[in-house]
Every structure is written in C-alpha cells, then in structure tokens.
C-alpha cells in the first residue's frame, strides 16, 4: 500500500516552498479547467504508454478530481517500485490557486 496525503497538506507544503512532484492523472479538457500550477498533467488514458517519463527516483504525488482516479494510477505504479503518494479529495477538494489552461 502507498500513502496519502490531503489537499491541504500538499498546498503548506507548497507554501513552505518544497519542491513536490505532483502528476495530474485527469484529462485534458480538466486539466484545461483547472489545475495546481506545479503540477504535471499525464492522464490516465496515456499512462500505459508514458508512466516511463515519470522519475522513478523521487516521491511523487498523484491528483485526479476526487481521488480514485489517482488511486488507481498509485496502485499501478506503486506496483512497478515507484514511490507515490494518493492527494485524497483530489481538485474537488483543493482550496489553493488553481492555474488554467495548457
């Protein structure tokens, strides 16, 4: 099993300025709608091709609209030995500055 952690929790750490990787699994046109700015969009209909792209090294944390979408992403790639961490609540539940747009 990986960890999770809460929106909150990924917004303080983000203001405290650490450098998180967060990967944004959902797709395009809700990306587009919103999204964290430090945030990576790789959605989960191209992860079985492009999860490769993702650092293998460092801990990364996984967003989708609610969770469960990134729940899925975490168990695939926590069971290829990436180290990852589930944002629980997703978008729906993030009160920081979202950016727009590509």
Not at 21 to 44: K, T
Not at 53 to 74: D, N, T, Y
């Amino acid at each position: 099993m990986y960890p999770e952690i809460t929106p909150a929790e990924v917004e303080e750490r983000l203001k405290n300025g650490e450098k998180l990787h967060l990967i944004d699994v959902r797709e395009d046109d809700e990306w587009e709608a919103g999204h964290i700015g430090e945030a990576v969009s790789l959605p989960l209909s191209q992860f079985g091709e492009r999860y490769e792209e993702l650092p293998k090294e460092e801990a990364l944390i996984l967003v989708c609209r609610s969770g469960g979408r990134s729940g899925r992403a975490c168990d695939f790639l926590h069971a290829q030995g990436y180290n990852v961490t589930n944002m629980t609540g997703g978008m729906l539940a993030w009160n920081g500055e979202v950016a727009y747009g590509k």
